[in-house]
């Protein structure tokens, strides 16, 4: 059990719809990362938020907007996506121990875009 | 460039024979390595990490990993694979507040 959980697990949106995955975790981490992972590719780390500020965006698209109100909450927002942003959807927080950071991700939201 | 890889796709192996899976690393420094596993409809879960000390890492399942600095490999082993091993394995590496995950390799141990 990592302590995050994922809502929701399954969504299919067309390509004009706007959603939101939601991420929470309650062990106070200070510190989450949502990550996209697509079939036959590495991880890729798409926002850092450390402090509820976001000191990292690896050059993602504009139709994915990321909103961190609290320390326990994580969204991400999805616009106008397209079918290629189909992929396993995961948010993880670290686990807080000086200079590991090791990493213990939420189930996951499995998004496809018809 | 940064980056981990992991030269299989897929590892075969039957059950009750060790199983090794595969991961060389490219990160600058001494970065933390890191086996996460990944069973169908799930998130991916922590299996062990390298930081210093002992090259040979245990970790959960029965895993261990070993750290060989001179080939900058971190290969997954297990002395007797289990039909329920059988998942996608994912080496990382970490440095610089930043991971850098392999593409993945798919286990299947056969009964």
């Known amino acids: 059990e990592t302590g995050v959980t994922q809502t929701p697990r399954h969504l299919v949106m067309g390509m004009t719809n706007k959603k939101s995955l939601k991420c929470e975790q309650h062990l106070g981490h200070n510190a989450m990362y949502w990550y996209k992972q697509s079939a036959k590719k590495p991880l890729e780390l798409m926002f850092v938020y450390s402090l509820e500020e976001r000191v990292e965006n690896n050059s993602v698209p504009s139709r994915f907007s990321p909103e961190c109100p609290n320390s326990s909450h994580l969204f991400l927002h999805l616009h106008t996506l397209q079918p290629e942003d189909s992929a396993l959807y995961l948010c993880?927080?670290?686990?807080?121990?000086?200079?590991?950071?090791?990493?213990?991700f939420g189930p996951g939201t499995r998004l496809t875009v018809l | 460039a940064q980056s981990v890889a992991q030269p299989e796709d897929q590892v075969n192996v039957a059950e009750g024979n060790p199983l090794t899976v595969k991961c060389t690393y490219s990160v600058s420094g001494n970065p933390y390595l890191f086996w996460y596993v990944q069973y169908p409809n799930r998130g991916l879960q922590f299996l062990l990490k390298y930081i210093t000390g002992d090259n040979l890492v245990k970790g959960s399942y029965g895993f261990e990993a070993e750290f060989n600095k001179s080939q900058t490999s971190f290969h997954l082993k297990k002395p007797s694979a289990l039909v329920s091993d059988s998942a996608l394995y994912f080496c990382a590496g970490y440095n610089f507040n930043k991971f850098y995950f392999g593409s993945g390799t798919k286990l299947n141990v056969k009964p």
């Open positions: 993880a927080p670290p686990d807080g121990e000086i200079c590991t950071d090791t990493q213990y």
